[in-house]
């Protein structure tokens, strides 16, 4: 009797073994569910997130659409202080090719930055309307919902340069020393 209670110890020693490794192996593995859990966790905090991130963006884009505007109105000033004489057309043509091998269209790198509103069907774009009869470049860009961005009108006699002239300035600093 005694070697069958042997036998029995041994086969229940074994037993125990295998059941303890297998015990060990389950807990330790990752389920199919618990990772599909895990993935749409992830989704609902990344949908939760992204909305202030494309806001953000799209007003960086904007922002953009106004300061290739301010480059335009800034051009358009100089050239009309230049040359009094020229017509807005073709002011307005010249730096719109001018601006445009420079400057990139925020929303599509494809498009121009620039275009004259005869020809300007995209998104993004500054739009120049020139007035020869007035003589004025009404520069306008809009946001994708069509709302206006940014609006100016530049006339010649309606903006105002300020100028020192530093050759007097220095005469009068000479007279003081002396």
């Keep these: 009797m005694d070697e069958n209670k042997i036998s029995e110890n041994l086969e229940n020693t074994e037993n125990n073994e295998v059941s303890v490794v297998k015990k060990d192996e389950n807990p330790n593995k990752i389920t199919l569910f618990e990772i ?16 202030n991130f494309l806001i953000k963006a799209e007003n960086r884009k904007y922002a953009q659409i106004q300061t290739n505007a301010a480059i335009f109105t800034s051009k358009a000033l100089s050239e009309f202080s230049a040359n009094p004489k020229m017509k807005a057309s073709v002011i307005s043509n ?3 090719e001018e601006l445009n091998a420079v400057n990139k269209n925020p929303f599509s790198k494809k498009q121009p930055a620039y275009c ?20 004025s470049i009404t520069v306008e860009a809009n946001t ?19 100028t020192r002239d530093l050759t007097e300035l220095e005469k009068q600093s000479k007279k003081r020393k002396k």
């Design 94 to 96: 010249k730096l719109v």
């Design 144 to 162: 994708k919902d069509s709302i206006l961005l940014i609006r100016t009108v530049i006339q010649p006699p309606s903006f105002v340069t300020y």
């Design 116 to 135: 004259v509103l005869a020809k300007c069907e995209c998104e993004g774009c500054v739009k120049i309307n020139p007035d020869d009869k007035t003589n």
């Design 36 to 51: 599909f859990v895990l993935f749409l966790l992830l989704i609902c905090v990344a949908l939760y997130i992204s909305p």
